[in-house]
T-cell receptor
Framework: KQEVTQIPAALSVPEGENLVLNCSFT??????LQWFRQDPGKGLTSLLL?????REQTSGRLNASLDKSSGRSTLYIAASQPGDSATYLC??????????FGAGTTVTVRA | EAQVTQNPRYLITVTGKKLTVTCSQNMNHEYMSWYRQDPGLGLRQIYYSMNVEVTDKGDVPEGYKVSRKEKRNFPLILESPSPNQTSLYFCASSPPRDAYTDTQYFGPGTRLTVL
């Protein structure tokens, strides 16, 4: 059974600092690795999806890397802003659409 | 606008009173799924459906039922709710694997409290 872990559970940084969020998974036989953002009282918004054959994906200030062999993914957010405050979830996906989620990292960016 | 909708968004009920949470998507997706989210546990899959009339159990199906009579709708049924089903519930849908994206689209969530 896939186990996904996100450390730390919470993170507080001053505005402008780069953020590094970690995700580890136990079964390297994944189809993809996805990062989501969750705002309080809202649903999940997909940020980045990395296929199992890829090493990284980038979107604006966000960059996600994937190392299947070591069971790790990292989400980098450059030059953080208060609007980046949210909970970030990673999920390991299988080829039959199943997603195994981590518990999330709650980020607070202080102005 | 492409979206997944859930109703109700908030619900407080009592133990044993049957309830249904509706989920609807307008993207013609075949795959739909229900998750529950509890503090410190992340999202856990309850049931999923690969297509109309095809449903299967996820990781935590006990106490829940689903049906998929139409492609767009995937209701979650709690026949006899209990306090341990107090949680935040999300419905999601996904395009087929050969689409331009594999990501799942999530509804806004339903916060259920069972007293």
């Amino acid at each position: 059974k896939q186990e996904v872990t996100q450390i730390p559970a919470a993170l507080s940084v001053p505005e402008g600092e780069n953020l590094v969020l970690n995700c580890s998974f136990t079964d390297s036989a994944i189809y993809n690795l996805q990062w989501f953002r969750q705002d309080p009282g809202k649903g999940l918004t997909s940020l980045l999806l990395i296929q199992s054959s890829q090493r990284e994906q980038t979107s604006g200030r966000l960059n996600a890397s994937l190392d299947k062999s070591s069971g790790r993914s990292t989400l980098y957010i450059a030059a953080s802003q208060p609007g980046d405050s949210a909970t970030y979830l990673c999920a390991a996906g299988t080829n039959d659409y199943k997603l195994s989620f981590g518990a999330g990292t709650t980020v607070t960016v202080r102005a | 606008e492409a979206q997944v909708t859930q109703n109700p968004r908030y619900l407080i009920t009592v133990t044993g009173k049957k309830l249904t949470v509706t989920c609807s998507q307008n993207m013609n997706h075949e795959y739909m799924s229900w998750y529950r989210q509890d503090p410190g546990l992340g999202l856990r899959q309850i049931y999923y459906s690969m297509n109309v009339e095809v449903t299967d159990k996820g990781d935590v199906p006990e106490g829940y039922k689903v049906s998929r009579k139409e492609k767009r709708n995937f209701p979650l049924i709690l026949e006899s709710p209990s306090p341990n089903q107090t949680s935040l519930y999300f419905c999601a849908s996904s395009p087929p694997r050969d689409a331009y994206t594999d990501t799942q689209y999530f509804g806004p969530g339903t916060r259920l409290t069972v007293l």
